[in-house]
């Protein structure tokens, strides 16, 4: 089996936490995270944040346009500085 670490884990925190993951694929995250705090934090925090939204009734949330904004931001240079590109 493969052996994950955090970032692994992270990127394949999706399809784990959706249970479309192959068996392969959840036994190495689970492995991972019986000795990793820091990313059974984040999956915890992920799974919770996914179960409020759905409990919350709303089919679409709005965000306020500055925090929109904000985040669309965020979301270009995280992505820009992970593809090298300013």
């Given at each position: 089996m493969?052996?994950?670490d955090?970032?692994?884990v992270?990127?394949?925190?999706?399809?784990?936490?959706?249970?479309?993951?192959?068996?392969?694929?959840?036994?190495?995250i689970?492995?991972?995270l019986?000795?990793c705090?820091?990313?059974?934090?984040?999956v915890?925090t992920?799974?919770?944040t996914?179960?409020?939204?759905?409990?919350s009734?709303?089919?679409?949330?709005?965000?306020?346009?500055?925090?929109s904004?904000?985040l669309?931001?965020?979301?270009?240079?995280e992505?820009?500085?992970?593809?090298g590109?300013d």
């Amino acid at each position: 089996m493969k052996s994950f670490d955090c970032d692994s884990v992270l990127n394949q925190l999706s399809d784990f936490i959706d249970e479309d993951a192959r068996e392969e694929l959840c036994q190495a995250i689970l492995e991972h995270l019986s000795r990793c705090p820091d990313c059974r934090v984040k999956v915890d925090t992920v799974r919770k944040t996914i179960v409020l939204y759905q409990g919350s009734g709303h089919d679409k949330t709005e965000l306020p346009m500055r925090a929109s904004a904000q985040l669309t931001e965020a979301l270009h240079r995280e992505y820009a500085a992970k593809q090298g590109v300013d």
